[in-house]
């Protein structure tokens, strides 16, 4: 019954070479985020989809990028892994103009070797 | 002065205890509160929902808002080990499409 579900679990990748992370949702919420959450702290929001309307945070680095195909799909593009960048990413939904609570799917643990 | 402040913790009680979570925030503007637990290495998991002054109660948990003082709660009644997890306070900016603004989280240990 899971809503959000993220590919892979967990992804191990080398230094400088490109990695996306998937996010799919069965809710048909118009709203995707991507977080990007270090041990011990708070989930930073990386960009968000209004619909088809990107929707970068200021201090997201360039290396990081995203896709938005259809409604349900969404994607998050590592251009040049760091190890800085080797974190638990999650993919979250919201319905704008309705209740507004997130739903999380479980997270993508990223390891930067 | 951060938007919504929460602290760390870590916070440790016997099964079977009250445990009050905090946050406090800094917009009066802010409208829509939430109360998320996130096991470890696992995504946050939503628990409680609310946009008014006053409690919500839901089994063991309550949350409770005070929009004067800018002060959310959750309670925890009869503590058990399975609600060990780190704890997040989440507002919702209502008017930044809906943008989530977090509190550090409380991690909690609950000891059988």
């Known amino acids: 019954d899971a809503m959000v579900i993220q590919n892979p679990r967990y992804q191990v990748t080398q230094f400088g070479k490109p990695v996306t992370l998937s996010c799919s949702q069965t809710l048909n919420h118009n709203v995707m985020y991507w977080y990007q959450q270090k041990s011990s702290q708070a989930p930073k929001l990386l960009f968000h989809?209004?619909?088809?309307?990107?929707?970068n945070e200021a201090d997201t680095p360039d290396n990081f990028q995203s896709r938005r195909p259809n409604t349900s799909f969404c994607f998050l593009d590592i251009r040049s892994p760091g190890l800085g960048d080797a974190a638990m990413y999650l993919c979250?939904?919201?319905?704008?103009?309705?209740?507004?609570?997130?739903?999380f799917g479980q997270g993508t643990r990223l390891t930067v070797v | 002065q951060k938007e919504v402040e929460q602290d760390p913790g870590p916070l440790s009680v016997p099964e079977g205890a009250i445990v009050s979570l905090n946050c406090t925030y800094s917009n009066s503007a802010f409208q829509y509160f939430m109360w998320y637990r996130q096991y470890s290495r696992k995504g946050p998991e939503l628990l409680m929902y609310t946009y008014s002054s006053g409690n919500k109660e839901d089994g063991r948990f309550t949350a409770q808002v005070d929009k004067s003082s800018k002060y959310i709660s959750l309670f925890i009644r009869d503590s058990q080990p399975s609600d060990s997890a780190t704890y997040l306070c989440a507002i919702v900016n209502a008017g930044n499409n809906r943008k989530l603004i977090w509190g550090l989280g409380t991690s909690l240990a609950v000891n059988p």
């Open positions: 979250a939904t919201t319905l704008a103009g309705g209740g507004t609570e997130a739903f």
């Open positions: 989809y209004y619909d088809k309307d990107f929707n």
